[in-house]
């Protein structure tokens, strides 16, 4: 049955009817629960939810709020579907050592995965050359978060706020580009490290 929809413009708009129903039981089954567990969360009786859900009866207000409050949404979920993501079937394959390379004084960065300009990260290989902070002569700090990973050798990681980290192969972080950071290579050979920057 369709129902009238007044905007704020006043405009009506015909629109098909709200399947409660089908929400709840949506949601229901989304989070994994029976009925008589959703019933115990709501404070309603497991018949009352299985009539809503197959259109038997219409809820009223007070009966939405419970439901609202016991599966823990909001009460305009029992009014909308919530949006499908569709896969954007987007993939970038690099192969070992075939990365676009940027070679500064401190470090030697291998790009990665650089086909798509509107990524939002960018992973890179890095070869570390810098031994002290001397090398750089200021913070590095850039808009983002960023990840790091050793991936062979020893580095220290320097950052603004903490002190000094010693590093070896395996080890990672997470950590605000904005805070002030650099890396340098401990190990007698450049360490190499994996970097992958959000935009």
Not at 27 to 38: D, G, M, S
Not at 107 to 116: A, D, G, I, R
Not at 140 to 157: A, F, I, P, T, W
Not at 183 to 189: G, H, L, P, R
Request: aromatic content about 8%; overall charge negative; glycine content about 6%.
């Amino acid at each position: 049955m369709p129902m009238a929809v007044v905007s704020s413009k006043n405009e009506v708009r015909v629109v098909g009817a709200i399947g409660i129903g089908a929400q709840l039981k949506s949601i229901r089954t989304r989070n994994k629960l029976t009925l008589k567990e959703a019933a115990n969360l709501t404070n309603l009786a497991p018949s009352t939810l299985s009539k809503i859900e197959n259109e038997q009866i219409s809820p009223t207000f007070t009966v939405m709020q419970k439901l609202a409050t016991g599966l823990n949404i909001e009460l305009p979920q029992l009014f909308t579907k919530p949006k499908v993501v569709q896969a954007t079937g987007r993939r970038d394959v690099t192969i070992k050592d075939q990365g676009n390379y940027h070679l500064t004084s401190t470090y030697e960065h291998e790009l990665l995965c650089t086909q798509f300009s509107n990524k939002k990260m960018m992973p890179y290989k890095c070869k570390v050359h810098a031994r002290s902070f001397d090398d750089f002569g200021e913070w590095v700090r850039h808009s983002g978060e960023e990840y790091m990973l050793v991936l062979d050798g020893e580095v220290q990681l320097l950052t603004e706020f903490y002190e000094p980290v010693n590093m070896v192969e395996g080890d990672s972080v997470y950590y605000d580009a904005m805070m002030g950071h650099l890396v340098i290579s401990v190990s007698e050979n450049d360490a190499q490290i994996l970097w992958v920057t959000t935009k």
